[in-house]
């Protein structure tokens, strides 16, 4: 069994920056990528970006390169780096993370085996 636990999120205004975390506990070693989901109030869960063990990234176009995600092995920790936070960038933030496989996808929220309780981030102007 593994755990995921998201920390950092708040209020905040726009323009600001904020980074979450979240921690992985338990059988960690069966685990291949993490990654974030958000979702936001009448939408569906959709994704943010993930990383894999060895530091490969990938991100939702819609992001345009305002946030950066990355993974700390030692600590069992992956982070989201939000930088000019917008009013469209409130939700609430998923961690997840999923086992290997033998062909790897990240996009959809049925490719992930674990998911955190989500931590809320608004946006205010």
């Known amino acids: 069994q593994v755990q995921l636990v998201e920390s950092g999120g708040g209020l905040v205004q726009a323009g600001d920056s904020l980074r979450l975390s979240c921690a992985a506990s338990?059988?960690?070693?069966?685990?291949?990528?993490m990654g974030w989901f958000r979702q936001a109030p009448g939408r569906e869960r959709e994704f943010v970006a993930a990383?894999?063990?060895?530091?490969?990234?990938v991100y939702a176009d819609s992001l345009k390169g305002r946030f950066t995600i990355s993974i700390d092995n030692a600590k069992n920790t992956e982070y989201l780096q939000m930088n000019s936070l917008k009013l469209e960038d409130t939700a609430v933030y998923y961690c997840a993370a999923q086992g290997p496989k033998s062909y790897v996808r990240v996009h959809q929220v049925s490719d992930y085996d674990y998911w955190g309780q989500g931590t809320q981030v608004t946006v205010s102007s």
């Open positions: 338990g059988r960690t070693s069966t685990l291949a990528i």
């Open positions: 990383v894999s063990w060895s530091g490969n990234t």
